[in-house]
């Protein structure tokens, strides 16, 4: 088993979420069970899917909940550009948060392929 508080990619997803949060109150108070609840759903689910992760023992089923942690990543980053389509989000927001959403999914992205290149 791994520890998931030592991985930097674990720790850079925590520190999302509070950023997403903080970008959430922006938005309308007609969207709190719309793209609101969905939005904080996302971000909460990268972190936590990269320590649940951790607590396999297979490289396998590590590699499995890093995927489904990038692809709430993905999701993450479909429901920002959303938001700016529909006003809800300035485009420099929007930016901001897509830059270190970017810039995690490529760590997770990079993590995987580690993971399967040296484990097989």
């Given at each position: 088993m791994r520890n998931f508080r030592e991985l930097e990619v674990w720790k850079e997803a925590r520190m999302l979420v509070k950023d997403i949060y903080n970008t959430t109150k922006r938005l309308p108070s007609s969207e709190q069970y719309g793209l609101i609840s969905q939005i904080?759903?996302?971000?909460?689910?990268?972190?936590a899917n990269?320590?649940?992760?951790?607590?396999?023992?297979?490289?396998?089923?590590?590699?499995r909940f890093l995927q489904i942690s990038l692809g709430s990543a993905f999701e993450l980053e479909t429901h920002l550009l959303l938001c700016e389509d529909l006003n809800f989000l300035s485009p420099?927001?929007?930016?901001?948060?897509?830059?270190?959403?970017?810039?995690l999914q490529r760590r997770i992205a990079s993590l995987i392929k580690f993971n399967?290149?040296?484990?097989?």
């Open positions: 904080n759903r996302c971000v909460v689910s990268i972190p990269i320590a649940e992760g951790c607590s396999k023992y297979s490289q396998k089923d590590f590699v420099e927001v929007t930016k901001s948060s897509i830059k270190k959403l970017q810039r399967l290149s040296n484990h097989h």
